[in-house]
Structure formats: structure tokens, C-alpha cells
């Protein structure tokens, strides 16, 4: 079993839909990141927690440290939204990503 | 404009001929790091730095080389590179290793 694991692997939804991602840890951490890479390859950081939330624009990222599970949550979708998630904890643990694609 | 630095973007080499791959950041960031990217495997830790002279290894370090002889440079070395060492490669950094990461714009290697 994998120390980070995501879900769904592969989402499609259309454009202002709410949409959930899900990311489950077996591992303690320090810090637990949401990241965002575009089909172009770049790699942008779009939340580092450790407890509670934190939102930003129309994502959110919540963490639940008994569970050990965080989701990140986008508000009113847009297709410039279509990217990988991906979750990872400690900056050393990945999750294998959640393909993300809005269609207009 | 706060960065991190890849070079190259795109190498193409064949086995056992050295290579380096720079990675420079002008944050002032204590820690740095690298990791490969892999279809089906997604991204794993290769090295990494928490300050100048200190570098640990990540989950596969086999094979690569780094330094960290000045805070704003981690260049990752592969001194004879093979197949298996094909790969998208990022750099990162952060302020210390609980903060957010920054990543460089990604290395795509090809050894044949």
C-alpha cells in the first residue's frame, strides 16, 4: 500500500462544478502539500498545511491530522482549472496524482 | 523575479557520459531538492539539501551525485549515466523544509 494515496486517479467535470480530491496518508507529518502541474510539466505549489484550512481564490485545502486525510476543493470550476494534482507530505511523499480535466 | 533555475530543459546523452544539470535559486531558501518524475511512479525524492555542505539522500539516490558548496546552487550529477535514468527532473527549494516548495520548470533527460 502506498504511504499517500489519492483519489479519484482521473476526474472530468464541467465548467462550475464543485470538485473534491482526496488525499490519504499512512505516514506522520510535518506538512502535508498541494500541488498543481500543467500540461506543460511545471510544478506550482498551491498549499502547504499542517491543520485546519486555507483557502485561497476558489481553491481550498483542509487537512484532518486525526484521519489523516486533506482534500482540495475548487469552487465554481473553469477549464484553466485542467491540470495534475497532486498531493504530497513531508515534500518527499508523493500521491500518483489526480488528472483533473473541466470542459467548458 | 523570485526563481528557481533548471538547465537544461532538454538533454539527450548517451550512457556513461557525465552530465550535470544545474539548479540555481535566488530566494535565499535554505533547503533544496530533487526528484524525478515517472510515468506510473509519479514523482520520487532523489537528494536533498537542508543547508550548504549538508545533503541527505531521498528514496533513490543510486546513480546521482549532488553538492551544495554555495546556498543559491544544487547541481545534480550523473557520472555514467544509464537508460533507467531517463527521466523528468525538478528542482526545488524553500525557505526551510516545512515551507512551501518552489520548483524549477523541469529537466527532460534521454540517455540512450
Known amino acids: 500500500k502506498n504511504e499517500v494515496e489519492q483519489s479519484p486517479q482521473n476526474l472530468t467535470a464541467q465548467e462550475g462544478e464543485f470538485i473534491t480530491i482526496n488525499c490519504s496518508y499512512s505516514v506522520g507529518i510535518s506538512a502535508l502539500h498541494w500541488l498543481q502541474q500543467h500540461p506543460g510539466g511545471g510544478i506550482v505549489s498551491l498549499f502547504m498545511?499542517?491543520?485546519g484550512k486555507k483557502k485561497h481564490g476558489r481553491l481550498i485545502a483542509t487537512i484532518n491530522i486525526q484521519e489523516k486525510h486533506s482534500s482540495l476543493h475548487i469552487t465554481a470550476s473553469h477549464p484553466r482549472d485542467s491540470a495534475v494534482y497532486i498531493c504530497a507530505v513531508n515534500d518527499m511523499r508523493f500521491g500518483a496524482g489526480t488528472r483533473l480535466t473541466v470542459k467548458p | 523575479e523570485a526563481q528557481v533555475t533548471q538547465n537544461p530543459r532538454y538533454l539527450i546523452t548517451v550512457t556513461g557520459k557525465k552530465l550535470t544539470v544545474t539548479c540555481s535559486q535566488n530566494m535565499n531558501h535554505e533547503y533544496m531538492s530533487w526528484y524525478r518524475q515517472d510515468p506510473g511512479l509519479g514523482l520520487r525524492q532523489i537528494y536533498y539539501?537542508?543547508?550548504?555542505?549538508?545533503?541527505d539522500k531521498g528514496d533513490v539516490p543510486e546513480g546521482y551525485k549532488v553538492s551544495r558548496k554555495e546556498k543559491r546552487n544544487f547541481p545534480l550529477i550523473l557520472e555514467s549515466p544509464s537508460p533507467n535514468q531517463t527521466s523528468l527532473y525538478f528542482c526545488a527549494s524553500s525557505l526551510w523544509d516545512t515551507s512551501p516548495l518552489h520548483f524549477g520548470n523541469g529537466t527532460r533527460l534521454t540517455v540512450t
Open positions: 498545511l499542517s491543520s
Open positions: 539539501s537542508m543547508n550548504v555542505e549538508v545533503t
